[in-house]
């Protein structure tokens, strides 16, 4: 096999392992599952024998949904619910509600009828019943059956109980059992639900799914009815609640605007009218205020810094002024004529400039009364501001206050009004809704009555024949479960192979339930051709294409405990290798039960691997040809020096070692026969001497731990291991137990090229 293929071989190996090995396992229980399957089957046929013809009626309804206008009160109290996903749910809970299917059993008196009372029905004996008395399982099938048939308690209970407990139990029995027969199914996207019953009177079945809907849409105009009755006793009294509303706001804004009249003595027109007026006052005195300020100012400055009371308006436009101003000038000009004709210090010179003093002083006691009349103006004109000022303030904060009682009153007033508006529509929707109170129809009709039905329905038998077989299949593969998890052994190529982690050399095929193993012998003798044949000589092939640059020499044949056929397979390996042409010699290493010679009898006596280990006897005398196949066999000898030695130290010494040289020099192929690897240390001494180590176990026989702790064993020590053998395989039960594998194969196609 080349490398690519190996490793595509492996990725198969590894992808569909698991698989196939579930498949596997079912396949090797095919039988257990459909015995299994079958016992099913026909515990569902009795069962489904039992079951007494059902008829299953239908009829449909469909309920309207209304939309819902919130502007109008009647939809807001009265309408239907808005349709959404959970709108037909919800009318199948109340087609399913307790209320409603008691009314169904009062309508129809169903607590009268065995079918749902289970107080008056006559048990039949059932096919469980018959099971029972053949097997008698006792009285715990009995309770068992009574609670899953639905049956009232036991006897005992029952005397536990007083009457109305018991009245009640029925009662729920009944609801139950009618509530079980019941069915409801929305028919697609509509609004549609269609009602069925399953009895087993075809003319109940019926009456229930027509009583049902009726009632259905009774339930439907009821609750609408209470709801308009319910709507209108709250209407009456929220009528009531309103009207005091009203009354109580129209008393509120009547005494809101009594006190504002007793508080402020006008209305807030005449103040805001007041207080524009003095607005306007006030702003006319502020600017005389501001002009009578600048006119004392500069008639106060001008007198602390001047004397020329011409330049001043004020000064000016004063008739006293004006005359003492003329006198001034007359008493100036005079002064100047008198000074022409007078010197200085003259009486009239004197007199005049006293006259000028006199006059000068008069005016300037003029212009300061002036300056302080304005300054008497400017002080009045103040407190004119201040007054008009105050005013003013007091204006705006009665306007204030009475702009705020304006508000409240306003806002009282719209109350008022909103509960005069709310008042007078409750109290026409209450008019109208006491007069519809009794004229409303359901959301709901009926679409299709249930007619009586002419046919049973047949899916209960087919539903129950399919159950039982189902759960007869589900036992089976439990069972096949448990027997692969409770059986040790190998049964396949592929767990072997998992399990130990070797590569698997070959198969050897089982030729015979009663044949010993020289039978065995003497049948591979005697057909060469045969498929135990064929499997020698692949075995062969396997152990020397294992090293193929360097052929193995000496091969050792051991396994995990006695009875694995190993000695046989020894045996015949290295009578197919002579056959072939090569020089063959087996030599029986196990010294404690030496095998060899049941299948050769050797004209020697006693001489044999002891003697040759002793120099007792040449080799060449020691070593037996047998003359029917000509094979060359190194026996033990049975009893004697044999049974006294200790075959550990005879094994391991060196002379062992150099007797194995000297045969592989002499022959192509050394086959060596050990005793098992659990029993004795034997098969350990020896595999170190060896090229490679030949693994048999027994097909379904072998434990898998006793072959993983026989390989560990060798593993410890080194042991060349080529790979595993399975021995004594059995062909067609290995085809069931793996339908896939490199038996089933050989088991199919062996005639096409192997003769049997």
Known sequence: MTKAASNVSNHVDDSGRGLRMLFGMLWRGRMIIGICVALGAVFGVMSASQIEPRYRAHGKVMFDVQQANVLNMEDMLLASPLFDSSALENQIQILSSTALIERVIDELELDKDPEFNPLLRVEKPSALDKVRDLVDVGATLDALRQRLSGAVPAQEEQQNTTTGDRSHLVRLAVISNVRKGLSFRPVGRSRVIQI?????????????????????????????????????????????????????????????????????????????????????????????????????????????????????????????????????????????????SYPEGHPSLQQVSEDIATVQTSMAEEAQRIATSAGLDLQGIRAQEASLLAEVRRLEKLALEQTRSEVDLRQLSREAEASRVLYESFLARLQATAAQEDLHEADARILTRAEIPLFPQSQSKSLVLTMFSMIGAIIGVGIVFIRTLVNTTFRSLGQLELVTGQHLLGVLPFVGRYKTRVRVFQYLLNKPNSVLAEAIRN?????????????????????????????????????????????TIIVDCDMRRPDLSQFFTSPHGNNGLIAALHDDAPLEEAVFQDPETGLHVLMTETGGRSARVNAADVLSSQKFNDLIERLTETYDLVILDTPPTLAVTDARIISKRVDSVIYAVRWGSTARGAVVEGLKELESVGAPISGVLMTMMDVKKAGRFSYNETGYYRSTFKNSYIKP
């Open 539 to 583: 075995l062969r092939t396997s152990i020397l294409m294992s090293n193929v640059d360097h052929p193995p020499k000496v091969l050792m044949f051991t396994s995990s405990v006695p009875g694995e056929g190993k000695t046989t397979t020894a045996v015949m390996t290295a009578l197919t290798s002579q056959q072939m042409g090569k020089s």
């Open 196 to 340: 069925a019953f399953m009895s087993d009177n075809r003319a109940t079945a019926a009456k229930i799914v027509n009583t049902v809907a009726e009632k259905y849409i009774l339930d439907q105009q009821e609750t609408k009815q209470e709801a308009a009755r319910a709507a209108t006793v709250w209407l009456a009294e929220r009528v009531d609640e309103l009207r005091l509303s009203v009354q109580t706001a129209e008393e509120a804004i009547e005494t809101a605007r009594s006190e504002i009249s007793d508080r402020t003595g006008q209305t807030l027109e005449v103040t805001q009218q007041q207080l524009e007026a003095l607005n306007l006052e006030f702003a006319a005195t502020q600017a005389a205020l501001s002009r009578q300020e600048v006119l004392y100012n500069r008639l106060t400055d001008f007198l602390a810094q001047s004397t020329d009371f011409g330049t001043v308006s004020e000064f000016r436009d004063s008739p006293l002024i004006q005359q003492y101003r003329i006198q001034l000038e007359d008493l100036l000009s005079e002064q100047s004529i008198l000074r022409a």
